[in-house]
């Protein structure tokens, strides 16, 4: 199946900043899913975006796909605490099968 | 209130021994998902059903199995042949697929961490 690259790997930010992480794909995506795990925890959905060059908002976090639909990155401001975890971009293949990158682990400095 | 349960939380397995993880949903969801996660390898799909009675292989189905005899009830069995099976297991489910781009949302349960002896 398709796969989606993520990047970075960590994250390391001081609370209070900003940092940007990256879905990467070779190929045209469908749609791009974007999914929050807390340390201990389970994936939990954050955003899906479909059309290209949409642009989405929850509080601080920013969600873009990219124009050609092969890329999707995720904006986080002021950094805080409860950032803490790793984020997953997923790839829909079809309406069943997603596939998921490897993930960016964010940790935070106090 | 609506959601997945998986149990157990931590299985402990001998080499050789076959273990069977329960996952449960009050979704009313069509679709349920099995995944395996490792550190730093994300989530990789085991197997996935569409619908009572039917199920597809994922990405790593090797040495796994499932049943779908009810609609709400998903079970992995881990067999002997899967060759390293310690790790976070999670099951998932989603609405079913409409015209509509993104029915494929999943929940999560809080997984079953599986570790052999």
């Known amino acids: 199946g398709q796969q989606v690259m993520q990047i970075p790997q960590y994250q390391h930010v001081q609370e209070g900043e900003d940092f940007t992480t990256y879905c990467n794909s070779s190929?045209?995506?469908?749609?791009i899913q974007w999914y929050k795990q807390r340390p201990g925890g389970h994936p939990v959905f954050l955003i899906q975006l479909v059309k290209s060059g949409e642009v989405k908002k929850q509080k601080r976090l920013t969600f873009q796909f990219g124009e050609a639909k092969k890329n999707s990155s995720l904006h986080i401001t002021a950094t805080q605490t409860t950032d803490v975890g790793t984020y997953f971009c997923a790839e829909g293949e079809n309406d069943y099968k997603l596939s998921f990158g490897a993930g960016t682990t964010v940790t935070v400095r106090a | 209130d609506g959601g997945i349960t998986q149990s157990p939380k931590y299985l402990f397995r001998k080499e050789g021994q076959n273990v069977t993880l329960s996952c449960e949903q009050n979704l009313n969801h069509d679709a349920m998902y099995w995944y395996r996660q490792d550190p730093g390898q994300g989530l990789r799909l085991i197997y996935y059903s569409q619908i009572v009675n039917d199920f597809q292989k994922g990405d790593i189905a090797e040495g796994y199995s499932v049943s779908r005899e009810k609609k709400e009830s998903f079970p992995l069995t881990v067999t002997s042949a899967q060759k390293n099976p310690t790790a976070f297991y999670l099951c998932?489910?989603?609405?079913?697929?409409?015209?509509?781009?993104?029915?494929?949302?999943?929940?999560f349960g809080a997984g079953s961490r599986l570790t052999v002896l």
């Open positions: 190929t045209t995506l469908s749609n």
């Open positions: 998932a489910s989603s609405l079913p697929t409409s015209s509509l781009p993104g029915a494929n949302v999943l929940t």
